[in-house]
């Protein structure tokens, strides 16, 4: 069975920063594509950031470009997300995902693995 376990939400005031990590174990991961996803109070789970196993390819949503970067370290089984420069809009639960192919996808579908959740709070 695979878990993925984050850590690092918080509070933030606007224009600060925040570390999500996350951890994955369960032999039945292979390895593939991790990313972050988030999901505000009565709106829809949106892709923030994903990257392929390899780590060659990174994508992230429009509104967080310059401002996030995704990092994996695969001898660790760990996946992490630097954001920087928050903004109240950001409120919202980050999930961790993860998927058994190699490729990103911007459909929360597509990912089989979730963790559980960090609430991330942005005050203006």
């Known amino acids: 069975q695979v878990q993925l376990v984050e850590s690092g939400g918080g509070l933030v005031q606007a224009g600060g920063s925040l570390r999500l990590s996350c951890a994955v174990s369960?032999?039945?991961?292979?390895?593939?594509?991790m990313g972050w996803f988030r999901q505000a109070p009565g709106r829809q789970r949106e892709l923030v950031s994903a990257?392929?196993?390899?780590?060659?390819?990174?994508n992230y949503a429009d509104s967080v470009k310059g401002r996030f970067t995704i990092s994996r370290d695969n001898a660790k089984n760990t996946v992490s997300l630097q954001m920087n420069s928050l903004i109240p809009g950001e409120t919202a639960v980050y999930y961790c995902?993860?998927?058994?192919?190699?490729?990103?996808?911007?459909?929360?579908?597509?990912?089989?693995?979730w963790g559980q959740g960090t609430q991330v709070t942005v005050s203006s």
């Open positions: 995902t993860a998927r058994s192919g190699g490729i990103t996808r911007s459909d929360p579908a597509a990912y089989a693995y």
């Open positions: 369960g032999s039945t991961f292979s390895g593939g594509a």
């Open positions: 990257v392929t196993w390899g780590g060659a390819t990174t």
